[in-house]
């Protein structure tokens, strides 16, 4: 009869304990590693936030220290820039209203021909048409006078008036121009024409 070993070998007896060591060995060592990175992570984020916390801090305290301007102060600030901005549009209403007499007068003296020489200029500036009254009507025979642009003068003949009324007419700043008198008079020995041509000054802003 052939006997039989039931009994385990050797190498099998001591490499068994040495397996369940390693097996038990390794959830561990796994779990400690993890613990040690979230607690790394958590000190590093409770660090972060308590630098922001430090810097909200000291944001807040420099807005506390920055002093709230006064009612008063603000509202006399207010005022003022109202009340310039009031003047600034009052002023650019009046000079877009304004009549640029230099250039009229600049523009006279360039069509003005050599043979005429005048005694006396009036001018006045046109009302605005909101402001404009209509004038009251002349009495028989009256002579109308001018209410805006005349000049009263001189010459050689009445061509030469013609002349001078066909230049007046291109200048940009007179419409409506006419001839209100051309007679014939003495000054001194020689003989002139005199005359009297009136015109309207046009409005600031192209109107008539």
Known sequence: MRAINLLPRDDVRRGGPQKRQWIVLVPVVLAVLLTAVLSAMFLSASGTAK?????LATLQD???A??????????????????KQARVTALSGALSRRVAWDRVFREL???????????????????PSSA??????AAAGATVAATGFTIDGYTYSHPA???LL??????PDLVNVQLQQSTITKLGTAQAVHFVIVADVRRPGGGQ
Request: a neutral charge; charged letters at 20%; hydrophobic letters at 50%.
């Open 132 to 137: 404009a009254v209509a004038p009251a009507p």
């Open 161 to 163: 008036v013609a002349r």
């Open 166 to 171: 066909s230049r007046l007419a291109v200048v």
């Open 66 to 83: 920055i002093p709230t301007p006064d009612a008063s102060r603000v509202k006399t600030q207010t005022a003022l820039a109202a009340d």
């Open 62 to 64: 420099e807005l506390h």
């Open 51 to 55: 630098d922001k916390q430090a810097e």
């Open 109 to 127: 003296s360039l069509v003005l021909p050599n043979d005429v020489w005048l005694a006396t200029i009036s001018a006045k500036a046109p009302v």
